[in-house]
C-alpha cells in the first residue's frame, strides 16, 4: 500500500491536474536536531511526470486503458533514512492535520553536468558509508534512464512528515508539472537541464554530516535540483492562487537580457496570474514580451489592442475584455477546479506623482496637494472610468472574485497615515482619492490585508531600481497594488482571501551596479500575493481549536470478504480478504466505518478489535450493512445509528441502495441495441421508488434538531453533481471501449442525491407537511473537489482482469473488435458521504487499486470492487 501524503501531489491525482492545469503549494516545517547515523528503513513513494512538454520521450496514449495509463512513465524510488529515528517508521497515518508517510522519497531528474561537481569521490564514498548514497552525485555518467537520455542523474529528496532531525530551512521549490494546460518545462540555469516534476514538494538539507566534505556534495546536489525558490511559501493546499501585478519597464529592454530575467523571475515566483504593464516590443525581431513570455512557459495571455497590458496565466482563458488600451484590459479565468475569477491588469497617468510633488514642494497645502490627482494628472478620472466600465460590464456583480492589479503611480491612503508621516519623509496623513475609490468600489487592497502595518511592512514598489530621481532623492512608495472584491456569500460561490504577500525583489541590488547589468530587470517592484479559495460552509485547511475531528470511512468490502474476489489476476483471487480489508482500514484510522455487504462476517471486526480494542460494531443493516465505530453505537432504526462521540451524539445512516436498474447500464443497453437515449426516461426507468424517501426521512428528525449527520454507503447510483451541463460538454465518455460513437456523458439530475441536497421539491413525495424543516445535505467530496471533469473520484469499478467470474468485461482488451467485449463497464462515482451543514468538510480522498486515477491512496493489492471513500470532517459541538 502507497500512501500519499497530502503535502505532494498524489499519482491518481498528478494525471487529473496535468490534464487540467491545476498545481498544487505544500510546507513542512523544520527544526535542529541533526540525522542519526544507523540502520536503514525503506519507504517507497512513486513519482509520476507527466512527460508531454519536458524534453522526455512520450509513451503513446493508449485509447482502450485512458484511465489507467498516465503520461508518463512510474517509477518506484526508495529513500535510505535511519530505521531508528523518532518519526521514522512503518506508521503510515499520522494523526492531526495532515496525512504522510513518515518519510517519502521523491526522485528529482536532473543533469548533472555543469552542475554538479565531479569527481571527488572521497565525498561520495563518505556520503554513501552515512547511508547517503543517493546525494553521491559522482562524475559523468554514460548510462541511459528509462527515458533514454544520455547522462540522466537522479536525486533522491527526503520529504519527511516528521522534520524533526532535519536542519536548515526548508525550500519551497514549487515545481511544476509540464506539458497541457499550464504546465512548462522548468530550466535549470543552463537551458540543457530541465527540471520537470508533477509535484509541489519542500524538500530540506538532511541534517549535520560528519565531514564538511559531504555537506558541500550533498549540498550541491541539493542545489541543482532545487533552483527555483517562490518568493514566500504558498498557502497550504490545491485551494491557493497566487497573483503577480508587475509593471516590466518598457518590456525589460533596458537590462542586458532583459526579457530572460523577466521569464526568470516569473518561473521563480511561479505565480497562477500576471497582470503585466509596459509590456512592449522586445528589442530585435521578437514579438512583444506578454506574447514571447507566454510562448516560453506554454501559458495563455491576452494583450490584444493594448500596447502594453497584458494577462499572463496557466489557467484556462474563457473570455476577454478591453477597458481602455492603456490604462485597462481583463479576462475571465477558470481552474482546474472549474473555479473562475475575473482578472484587471491596469494602469494610471504618471504625471504629477504626488510624492514628488510632496518632495519638491514640503509645503504645499493639502488641497493643491490632492489636485495632483485630478487635476495635474489624470488619475482619479481614469480610476473612475475603469470602475464604471467593470460595474457596466457586470463584473462588480459577478459572482465570482474579481482582481484589479497593477500600477497605480499614486500611493495608497493606507499608507499615507499619521505614523507613516512621522517615520517617512515624504508622507502626510490624507485621503488619497484613487485608492479611497477602490475601496468605496467594495475592493480590498490585498497587501495591506494580510500587512496591515504601513510601518512595519511599507512594501514599496517603487523604485528598487532608481534610488536617485535625477539629482534628487527618489520618492519611494507603494504604487503597484492588486485589489480583490468577492462576490456576495452564496451556498455555490467561491471567494478568494489573502492569507500571504511580499514585493519582489528581496533584498534589492547595490545600488553601484549599472542598469543594464542589473538581474533584477524592472524600476517597479513585483508584487506577489497568495490567496486562498473558500467556498461558504467549507472551511479553510486551518482548523479551530473548538472544532472537533471526525473521519468516516464508506466501504463496499464485497460479499464480506469472502468468495472469488473482484479480481481474477489478483493474489487474493479465490482467498479470504478479511485482512487485507482490516489493513486498509486500520492504516487510513478513522473514526466510522459505513460497511456494506458484511452480511453479518465478523472475522473483519474482530482483526480490528484484536488491534484496537476501542472498535464497536453495529450488524444487521437491511441490505448486509454494519457499522463499526470507535464509540458507542446506539441503534435509531434498522440502518440509522446514533455514535456516542464524547463532544455530542452523531447520527449516521448506512446506505446500500439496489443496484437494479443502474442507469448508465439502462442507457448502455440502448445504444447497443441501436436506439435513442431520452433522459427523462432513463429516470423513470431506474427510480427506486421510497428507496430515495426512506433515506432521508430516517435522517430528518436529527438533521432539524440540529444534531451532526451522515449518510453514506454505496448508493448504486450516480451523483448529479457529477452527470453536468460541464461534464457533457468536456468529460469523457464513462464507457469504457464504447464501440458506439455515442458516448456516456449525458446530464442527468439523479433523483437519490437531487432528493438529499434539495428535499423541498420532494416534499409531498417525502410526505411531510408544508410546515416541516427540510434540511438539505452536502455531498463531502464534490464539497471540496468541485470539479467534474477534472476530479471524477470514481468509485465503480477497479480495473479487473478479462474472464474475472461473475464480471461483465471491463474493457475490451483482448477483443479483436470491441463489440465483441460488450456490454463493458462503466466508471462512475457511486460510493458517496454526504453531511448535514454544520459538519465541514476539510478532506476528502478514494481509497483503492494501485496505478488508477481516481485512487488517492492506493493499495496493492486491493481487496473490493467498490473504491472507498474517506473524509475528514469537522464539527464545532
Known amino acids: 500500500m502507497v500512501l500519499r501524503p ?152 527526503l520529504v519527511p512528515h516528521d522534520t524533526s532531525f532535519l536542519r536548515s530551512q526548508a525550500v519551497d521549490s514549487s515545481l511544476r508539472s509540464c506539458g497541457r494546460r499550464g504546465h512548462r518545462r522548468r530550466d535549470v540555469g543552463d537551458p540543457a537541464a530541465a527540471v520537470c516534476s508533477g509535484v509541489s514538494l519542500h524538500a530540506a538539507v538532511v541534517g549535520r554530516l560528519p565531514h564538511s566534505q559531504k555537506d558541500v556534495a550533498m549540498l550541491a546536489c541539493l542545489a541543482a535540483a532545487l533552483v527555483f525558490i517562490a518568493p514566500q511559501s504558498a498557502p497550504a493546499g490545491v485551494d491557493s492562487l497566487r497573483v503577480m501585478a508587475w509593471n516590466v519597464l518598457h518590456g525589460s529592454n533596458d537590462v542586458d537580457d532583459g526579457p530572460e530575467k523577466t521569464l526568470a523571475v516569473i518561473r521563480d515566483a511561479a505565480p497562477d496570474v500576471v497582470l503585466m504593464q509596459e509590456s512592449y516590443d522586445i528589442d530585435g525581431d521578437r514579438p512583444k514580451l506578454g506574447k514571447w513570455l507566454s510562448e516560453q512557459l506554454g501559458w495563455n495571455y491576452h494583450q490584444g489592442e493594448s500596447p502594453h497590458l497584458c494577462v499572463l496565466t496557466p489557467l484556462e482563458m474563457d473570455a476577454t475584455f478591453l477597458h481602455h488600451q492603456w490604462h485597462g484590459l481583463g479576462a475571465l ?92 519623509k515624504r508622507r502626510r496623513a490624507l485621503d488619497l482619492p484613487v485608492s479611497i475609490a477602490m475601496h468605496d468600489a467594495g475592493f480590498t487592497d490585498t497587501f495591506r490585508a494580510v500587512h496591515p502595518d504601513p510601518v512595519q511592512q511599507p512594501g514599496i514598489t517603487w523604485s528598487p531600481m532608481f534610488r536617485t530621481s535625477g539629482e534628487t532623492e527618489q520618492g519611494f512608495d507603494r504604487i503597484d497594488r492588486i485589489y480583490l472584491k468577492n462576490p456576495e456569500p452564496s451556498a455555490e460561490s467561491w471567494s478568494l482571501h489573502p492569507v500571504s504577500g511580499t514585493v519582489l525583489p528581496t533584498p534589492w541590488e547595490d545600488d553601484g551596479i549599472e542598469v543594464r547589468d542589473r538581474m533584477f530587470p524592472s524600476d517597479h517592484g513585483a508584487v506577489v500575493m497568495d490567496m486562498e479559495w473558500r467556498r461558504q460552509g467549507v472551511l479553510p485547511v486551518e482548523a479551530s481549536v473548538d472544532q472537533v ?150 435522517v430528518q428528525p436529527s438533521l432539524a434538531s440540529g444534531l451532526p449527520v451522515i449518510v453514506g454507503g454505496d448508493f448504486n447510483e450516480p451523483s448529479h453533481l457529477d452527470w453536468t451541463a460541464r461534464y457533457e460538454r468536456q468529460g469523457d465518455d464513462r464507457w469504457v471501449d464504447n464501440p458506439t460513437g455515442s458516448p456516456i456523458n449525458h446530464q442527468i439530475e439523479w433523483k437519490g442525491t437531487s432528493m438529499l441536497a434539495d428535499p423541498g421539491p420532494h416534499r409531498e413525495e417525502l410526505g411531510f407537511d408544508p410546515g416541516v424543516t427540510l434540511p438539505s445535505m452536502i455531498d463531502a467530496f464534490r464539497a471540496v473537489r468541485p470539479n467534474e471533469v477534472a476530479d471524477p473520484g470514481h468509485t465503480w469499478t477497479p480495473r479487473y482482469a478479462v474472464g474475472a467470474t461473475g464480471r461483465r468485461n471491463w474493457g475490451a ?44 491512496v492506493e493499495f496493492d493489492p486491493w481487496p473490493s470492487d467498490h473504491r472507498a471513500v474517506f473524509a475528514t470532517l469537522l464539527w464545532t459541538p
Request: net charge negative.
Open 6 to 157: 497530502d503535502h505532494v501531489a498524489t499519482e491518481g491525482r498528478l494525471r487529473r491536474e496535468a490534464a487540467a492545469g491545476r498545481t498544487r503549494r505544500r510546507s513542512w516545517g523544520t527544526s535542529s536536531r541533526p540525522l542519526s547515523d544507523g540502520g536503514l528503513q525503506e519507504q517507497y513513494f512513486d513519482a509520476h511526470r507527466d512527460r508531454t512538454a519536458c524534453g522526455l520521450r512520450l509513451r503513446p496514449p493508449d485509447p482502450r486503458s485512458r484511465r489507467r495509463t498516465p503520461a508518463c512513465s512510474r517509477r518506484r524510488h526508495i529513500a535510505a533514512v535511519p530505521d531508528h529515528h523518532p518519526g521514522v517508521g512503518p506508521a503510515v497515518h499520522v494523526r492531526g492535520d495532515r496525512w504522510g508517510v513518515a518519510v517519502a522519497s521523491i526522485r528529482v531528474q536532473f543533469l548533472c553536468d555543469g552542475h554538479v561537481p565531479r569527481g571527488d569521490a572521497d565525498a561520495a564514498a563518505g556520503l554513501r558509508a552515512d547511508g547517503l548514497a543517493r546525494f553521491a552525485c559522482e562524475g559523468p555518467s554514460d548510462h541511459r534512464a528509462s527515458g533514454g537520455e544520455p547522462g540522466r542523474q537522479h536525486l533522491d529528496v
Open 333 to 424: 479565468l477558470t481552474d482546474g477546479h472549474g473555479r473562475s475569477l475575473l482578472a484587471w491588469s491596469i494602469w494610471l497617468d504618471y504625471r504629477s506623482f504626488i510624492t514628488y510633488e510632496l518632495r519638491d514642494n514640503p509645503g504645499m497645502t493639502d488641497e493643491l496637494l490632492l489636485a495632483a490627482e485630478s487635476e495635474r494628472s489624470a488619475r482619479l478620472p481614469q480610476v473612475r472610468a475603469l470602475l464604471e466600465h467593470i460595474d457596466g460590464a457586470g463584473h462588480l456583480a459577478a459572482d465570482v472574485p474579481v482582481i484589479v492589479g497593477g500600477d497605480w503611480n499614486t500611493p495608497s491612503h493606507l499608507d499615507w497615515t499619521t505614523d507613516t508621516a512621522r517615520v517617512f
Open 549 to 698: 475531528e471526525l473521519r468516516v470511512l464508506a466501504f463496499n468490502i464485497l460479499t464480506g470478504g469472502n468468495g472469488a474476489g473482484p479480481d481474477g489476476d489478483s493474489p487474493l483471487a479465490g482467498m479470504p480478504r478479511h485482512a487485507a480489508i482490516a489493513s486498509a482500514i486500520e492504516q487510513v484510522d478513522p473514526h466510522v466505518v459505513l460497511v456494506q455487504e458484511e452480511g453479518g462476517e465478523l472475522r473483519i471486526i474482530e482483526r480490528l478489535q484484536a488491534s484496537d480494542p476501542a472498535w464497536r460494531r453495529r450488524g444487521g443493516g437491511s441490505r448486509g450493512q454494519a457499522v463499526y465505530a470507535k464509540y458507542p453505537i446506539e441503534p435509531i432504526d434498522v440502518d440509522t445509528s446514533r455514535i456516542m462521540h464524547p463532544a455530542g451524539p452523531v447520527v449516521v445512516h448506512n446506505v446500500h441502495w439496489p443496484p437494479y436498474p443502474y442507469g448508465p447500464y439502462e442507457m448502455q443497453a440502448k445504444f447497443l441495441a441501436g436506439e435513442p437515449v431520452d433522459t427523462d426516461e432513463i429516470l423513470a426507468m431506474v427510480d427506486k421508488g421510497d428507496v430515495y424517501a426512506r433515506t432521508y426521512r430516517s
Open 813 to 856: 482488451d483482448g477483443f479483436d473488435e470491441p463489440l465483441a467485449a460488450q456490454p463493458t463497464t462503466i466508471l462512475d462515482r457511486i460510493d458517496m458521504i454526504h453531511v448535514s451543514s454544520n459538519l465541514v468538510p476539510r478532506n476528502v480522498v478514494v481509497l483503492g487499486d494501485a496505478g488508477d486515477p481516481s485512487s488517492d
